[in-house]
């Protein structure tokens, strides 16, 4: 009893035991990635041995199709044999027909004829007996084994279902793993680069803005849609589209306050009073990711670009001969100067894409 108040006492004294630390997000992705896969491999060799028993059962079935008929027709056969014999029989009780006795025993003896006919007709006549309850017992199998095999086709259209649902998990944990391993991979830095690919999906732009509450459309299209015009014409200039994103929502206050098209103050100076028009959103999009992407690459060449120069931000070789080609290759660079005079232009850009990776991840 002391000795275990003493133990009571020493676990009040060090105080409630601390949870364990949670894994880093990289480790995490990669164990649901691993669950992911081996879900998916349970489900792929159970649809494989699904797949095997069906076809079993289908030779199974295609053999009992095949000998039901040839054990009905050698009943039959044996059938008429009986009937022969017995005829045979009542003919030669009916005509007193009498024998020649050779000996005893003698086959040509009429009682040992007919003793022995009427043996063969017994015999004949339970072997077509059993081969009556053989081919019911088959016909019978034969029914379960198609039974069997209307539950391995439902089966099998369900594992196939399931199948895809595995595979869309796959898929999800490997881009989660990859996000993370971007994410992490900047965070190491410090630094956040220009050029890249987005470690968001639109679906995780879109969620995030939703859920600040913010509009529902934009310039005439959904949220969803503009957020795939960022990843889509991010991925075709290079540039990650999903800070871009965060970036237009620094300049047009949540979307709340845009030109024609414009997300990113294309244009705009502290002493203008209008900015740059573009036709449709997608046109915004690409001239703003393809200007970052001049900012962000000293090399960049119009050729490089996966869509002709914006014609209505640049002109005819503008790209190319951009005075400030190369200037900042990093977010941190932004501001002060380069695309807006605020020097804290980039830590707000990067606070916001801060909270869409902390919902996206």
Known sequence: MAATLA????????????????????????????????????AAQQYDSTVAERQQTEAQIASLTETIPLLRAREAQLRVVVS???????????????????????????????????AATEYDVDTARQLRETTEQLAQAEVEMRFRKTQLDELLVRLEREQLDFDAKVATAEKALW?????????????????????????????WFRATGG??????????????????????????GDVAFAQ?????????????????????????????HFPTPRDGV??????????????????????????????????????????????EEMGAGNWATDPGYAPKVLAVYDRMLEYGT
């Open 84 to 118: 022969e014999r017995a005829a045979a029989l009542y003919r030669n009780s009916d005509s007193g027909t009498t024998f020649q006795v050779s000996g005893e025993g003698d086959p040509t003896d009429g009682a040992r004829r007919t003793e022995l006919t009427e």
């Open 248 to 276: 237009s929502i620094v300049e047009t206050g949540s979307f709340n306050a845009i030109g024609p098209n414009n997300f990113a103050g294309l244009g705009a100076c502290d002493s203008c009073s209008d900015m740059t």
């Open 179 to 207: 996000r993370a391993e971007v994410v992490g991979a900047m965070r190491a830095r410090g630094t956040t680069t220009i050029m890249g690919a987005s470690a968001l999906a639109p679906e995780d732009i879109a969620g």
């Open 215 to 240: 509009r529902t459309t934009v310039a005439g299209i959904s949220i969803e849609e503009l957020a795939a015009i960022y990843v889509e014409e991010g991925a075709a200039a290079g540039v990650r």
């Open 7 to 42: 133990v009571v006492i020493v676990a009040a004294a060090l105080g409630p035991s601390r949870p364990a630390a949670a894994r880093d997000p990289i480790t995490e992705a990669r164990a649901q990635l691993d669950q992911a896969r081996s879900a998916a491999l349970e």
């Open 286 to 331: 690409r001239a703003q990711v393809q200007h970052l992407r001049n900012y962000a690459d000293p090399n960049s060449r119009s050729d490089g670009l996966g869509h002709p120069p914006s014609p209505f931000w640049y002109g005819p070789g503008d790209f190319d001969s951009f005075f400030a080609k190369g200037w900042c290759s990093t977010w």
